[in-house]
C-alpha cells in the first residue's frame, strides 16, 4: 500500500531536459525579460545564487551610505548571515516578533543610530497588515532589505513581496517554487543605484561541471523520492537520521552544516546559469496554478489542525507563496513531531530557520525569547503535488494525537 510520504521534493520535470536542451542549442538568454514582466519592475537583475544578491545589496548600501550595521532576525539560514559579512557588512540581531514572523519593530526602532546601514526582513508567514505597517514604520529611517528567497510569486495590493522595499532578493535554487537548480534575482528600488550596478557588472560564467552536478541531483531525488520509491526508500531514510548519518543529512538539512569559509566563495564571481533560460521560463508560466494548489492545501491544514494544538499562521492566500505550510506548536516539540511523524511513514521538516544568534559568544537569551521559542515550535507542513488531501488529513490528525 502507497501511503508513505516525504518533503523531499523539487520542481523539475521531464519536460525540462527538452528545455534545457533547446537552450544550449538556441542559446536564448530571455529569462530575465520574462521575470521583469511577471514582477511588473525593471530594476532587476540576475544572480548566480540569491545569498550573492544579498551580497550585492550589502556591498552597495555601503558604498551609497557608508554605514555598516545591518539588522536582522537570528532566525534565518546561516549564508545570509555570510552573504552580509563578505560584503564588508555588520550584523546585528535584534528578536524575531512571534505575531508576525518580522523583526521586533519596538526593539528595532530603539536600535537605530549613526551607523544603521539597513534592515532585512525576511519573510516567513506574514500578513499584508503586518508588512503594511512595518514598511511605514521605518520607511526613509533606513533601507529596507527583502528577502523573499522562498516566496516569489506572492504579492500585497498588486505588488510581489521582494519589489516592495528599497531593495530585494529572490532565490531559485532547486528546493523553490521557481526552480532554476541554483540562481537569484536582486530587485533595486532606485533607478539611478540600479544603472551604476549594471554598469560595474562583471562575472564569469556558470560553470557546466556544476550544471551537471545538479542535474544529476535533481535526477536523483525525483527517481529515489517520488511516492512509489518512498514507501521503500523511507527505512533508509529513517535509518540515516536514527544513526545520525552526517553526510547524508548535509543533503536533506544542508541549513545545518552551513561553514563560514573566510575567503568569499567562488560562485560570488559567477554569472546566472543561463543553461536554464527555457527551465525558468516554464515554471514561471506554471507559477500561479502552484502557489493556488499550495494555498488550498495549507487551508485543508487549517481545517483539519486543532487549534488546542497548534498556533495558525495568518497567511493563507496570495500574500505567501507558501512552499510548506508553517505552525507554531503550542505544547510540542517540532523534533519529537519530527520523529513521531516518520515512524508513522510521514518525513515532515523539523528544522526550518536556525538560530544564528547562539553563534554570537555575547548574547543574552532573554533578548531573543521569541527566536528561541520558534526554534522548536516551528513545524513545516508539505504542500507539493505528491501530498494529497487524504495525506492531509492524516498528518493533521496525527499531530493533533500528540497533545
Known amino acids: 500500500?502507497?501511503?508513505?510520504?516525504?518533503?523531499?521534493?523539487?520542481?523539475?520535470?521531464?519536460?525540462?531536459?527538452?528545455?534545457?536542451?533547446?537552450?544550449?542549442?538556441?542559446?536564448k538568454k530571455n529569462f530575465l525579460s520574462y521575470l521583469k514582466t511577471f514582477l511588473n519592475v525593471e530594476n532587476l537583475s540576475l544572480t548566480s545564487y540569491g545569498r550573492v544578491a544579498l551580497f550585492q545589496i550589502v556591498k552597495i548600501i555601503i558604498s551609497e551610505s557608508n554605514k555598516k550595521t545591518?539588522?536582522?532576525?537570528?532566525?534565518?539560514?546561516?549564508?545570509?548571515?555570510?552573504?552580509?559579512?563578505?560584503?564588508?557588512?555588520?550584523?546585528s540581531y535584534i528578536d524575531i516578533d512571534q505575531e508576525t514572523g518580522l523583526i521586533d519593530e519596538e526593539k528595532l526602532e530603539k536600535k537605530i543610530n549613526v551607523d544603521t546601514a539597513g534592515v532585512i526582513i525576511t519573510h516567513l508567514y506574514s500578513n499584508k497588515k503586518d508588512l503594511t505597517n512595518f514598511i511605514n514604520k521605518f520607511d526613509k529611517k533606513l533601507y529596507i532589505i527583502e528577502d523573499a528567497a522562498i516566496n516569489f510569486g506572492a504579492q500585497?495590493?498588486?505588488?510581489?513581496?521582494?519589489?516592495?522595499?528599497?531593495?530585494?532578493?529572490?532565490?531559485?535554487?532547486?528546493?523553490?517554487?521557481?526552480?532554476?537548480?541554483?540562481?537569484?534575482?536582486?530587485?533595486?528600488?532606485?533607478?539611478?543605484?540600479f544603472k551604476k550596478y549594471i554598469s560595474q557588472k562583471t562575472l564569469k560564467p556558470f560553470p557546466a561541471g556544476k550544471t551537471l552536478n545538479l542535474l544529476i541531483t535533481a535526477i536523483f531525488i525525483k527517481l529515489f523520492?517520488?511516492?512509489?520509491?518512498?514507501?521503500?526508500?523511507?527505512?533508509?531514510?529513517?535509518?540515516?537520521?536514527?544513526?545520525?548519518?552526517?553526510f547524508i543529512l548535509k543533503k536533506i538539512y544542508p541549513i545545518l552544516f552551513h561553514n563560514y569559509e573566510k575567503k568569499i566563495p567562488s560562485y560570488y564571481n559567477q554569472d546566472f546559469n543561463w543553461t536554464m533560460n527555457d527551465v525558468g521560463?516554464?515554471?514561471?508560466?506554471?507559477?500561479?496554478?502552484?502557489?493556488?494548489?499550495?494555498?488550498?492545501?495549507?487551508?485543508?491544514?487549517?481545517?483539519?489542525?486543532?487549534?488546542?494544538?497548534?498556533?495558525?499562521?495568518?497567511?493563507?492566500?496570495?500574500?505567501?507563496?507558501?512552499?510548506?505550510?508553517?505552525?507554531?506548536?503550542?505544547?510540542?516539540?517540532?523534533?519529537?513531531?519530527?520523529?513521531?511523524?516518520?515512524?508513522?511513514?510521514?518525513?515532515?521538516?523539523?528544522?526550518?530557520?536556525?538560530?544564528?544568534?547562539?553563534?554570537?559568544?555575547?548574547?543574552?537569551?532573554?533578548?531573543?525569547?521569541?527566536?528561541?521559542?520558534?526554534?522548536?515550535?516551528?513545524?513545516c507542513l508539505p504542500l507539493h503535488e505528491n501530498i494529497s488531501s487524504k495525506d492531509i488529513e492524516k498528518i493533521s490528525s496525527l499531530i493533533n494525537r500528540m497533545n
Not at 284 to 297: E, T, V
Open 156 to 193: 500585497i495590493d498588486n505588488k510581489f513581496l521582494g519589489t516592495i522595499g528599497d531593495f530585494g532578493f529572490f532565490s531559485f535554487a532547486m528546493v523553490k517554487n521557481l526552480n532554476t537548480f541554483t540562481g537569484g534575482a536582486i530587485y533595486i528600488k532606485d533607478t539611478n543605484i
Open 70 to 91: 545591518f539588522f536582522i532576525a537570528p532566525y534565518t539560514i546561516p549564508a545570509v548571515i555570510h552573504a552580509i559579512l563578505y560584503a564588508g557588512g555588520k550584523v
Open 1 to 27: 500500500m502507497i501511503n508513505k510520504r516525504t518533503r523531499l521534493f523539487i520542481q523539475f520535470k521531464i519536460i525540462n531536459f527538452f528545455h534545457i536542451l533547446k537552450t544550449i542549442f538556441h542559446n
Open 281 to 379: 521560463i516554464y515554471n514561471l508560466k506554471n507559477i500561479n496554478k502552484k502557489i493556488d494548489d499550495r494555498i488550498d492545501k495549507a487551508n485543508l491544514y487549517k481545517k483539519f489542525l486543532s487549534d488546542e494544538v497548534i498556533i495558525k499562521t495568518k497567511c493563507l492566500n496570495k500574500e505567501n507563496a507558501l512552499l510548506e505550510f508553517p505552525i507554531i506548536l503550542k505544547n510540542l516539540n517540532n523534533k519529537d513531531v519530527h520523529d513521531k511523524m516518520m515512524s508513522e511513514g510521514y518525513d515532515i521538516r523539523h528544522t526550518w530557520y536556525i538560530n544564528n544568534i547562539k553563534n554570537d559568544a555575547n548574547f543574552r537569551k532573554d533578548n531573543f525569547k521569541n527566536t528561541f521559542s520558534l526554534e522548536e515550535k516551528i513545524l
Open 225 to 246: 523520492f517520488n511516492n512509489f520509491s518512498y514507501q521503500f526508500t523511507h527505512y533508509f531514510l529513517r535509518f540515516v537520521y536514527l544513526k545520525n548519518i552526517k
